[in-house]
Each structure stands twice: as C-alpha cells, then as structure tokens.
C-alpha cells in the first residue's frame, strides 16, 4: 500500500485497465478520471457535497471493476469545474485513475496496517 496525504493508494482494475485508486473513506460515491468513461453511456446522477465546495450534482456511471480476483460493477461519478481539476491533479500526483469511496465496503472488508503499510481486501459474503 501506498499513501498520500494519509489516505491510502491500492491497486484494482476499472473497466479493462489496470490502475491504482486513492481510499476515501468520507466519500460514499466514488470518482473515476474522465479518461476511463470514455465510450460509457451516464448511467444516472448524484448529488454529494464538499466541505470546500458544498452541494453539487455529478454525472454517474456504472463501470465493471475488480479486486482480488472479485468483479464488481461500481458506480463512480465524475467532478465539476475546479474541484475536478484539483481531484484530477490528486490522482496524476498519486499514479491512480479513481478515488474510491465507501460503496467499496459493500463488495469487501478491509484491513489497513499503517505499521506494516498494508492494506487487504476480504470479500463480503
């Protein structure tokens, strides 16, 4: 595992690229770089909120991911205007395509080790 700004990196596969992913355990939706999207159909839109921005609607889409071997269909959205630009900038910096929020936690439990600098996945039964 690595980490930035305290928050942990990990790698997974989204759609049919393998990439890393920044864990956001404050977010309950999840964030894919607009370059994974491209081809997807919007499935829908959600609001969410930022501490800095507040309330905003984000375009959705539903994209096949993978961890450990378990595929999965996540939801991610995609960020507005400059909080897009400064999450783009996060995940150039840290080499991931996504920030994952906690609907990861409906597919698995997760384990982090901040000693051992680890982080597991177990699949939810």
């Given at each position: 595992?690595?980490?930035?700004?305290?928050?942990?990196?990990?790698?997974?596969?989204?759609?049919?690229?393998?990439?890393?992913?920044?864990?956001?355990t404050?977010?309950?939706?999840?964030?894919?770089?607009p370059?994974?999207?491209?081809?997807?159909?919007?499935?829908?839109?959600?609001?969410?909120?930022?501490p800095?921005?507040?309330?905003?609607?984000?375009?959705?889409?539903?994209?096949?991911?993978?961890?450990?071997?378990?595929?999965?269909?996540?939801?991610?959205?995609?960020?507005?205007?400059?909080?897009?630009?400064?999450?783009?900038?996060?995940?150039?910096?840290?080499?991931?395509?996504?920030?994952?929020?906690?609907?990861?936690?409906?597919?698995?439990?997760?384990?982090?080790?901040?000693?051992?600098?680890?982080?597991?996945?177990?699949?939810?039964?």
């Amino acid at each position: 595992m690595d980490s930035m700004m305290g928050c942990p990196i990990f790698p997974l596969r989204i759609g049919n690229r393998e990439t890393k992913a920044i864990f956001d355990t404050g977010a309950h939706l999840s964030y894919i770089s607009p370059a994974l999207i491209a081809g997807i159909p919007q499935s829908g839109e959600k609001e969410d909120f930022h501490p800095i921005n507040g309330h905003f609607t984000a375009p959705t889409y539903n994209v096949e991911t993978a961890l450990g071997g378990k595929n999965f269909t996540m939801v991610y959205g995609t960020l507005p205007g400059l909080l897009g630009m400064s999450t783009d900038m996060a995940m150039s910096m840290s080499g991931s395509s996504a920030v994952i929020g906690t609907q990861l936690l409906e597919y698995f439990d997760c384990t982090l080790s901040w000693k051992e600098g680890t982080i597991s996945w177990s699949p939810n039964k």
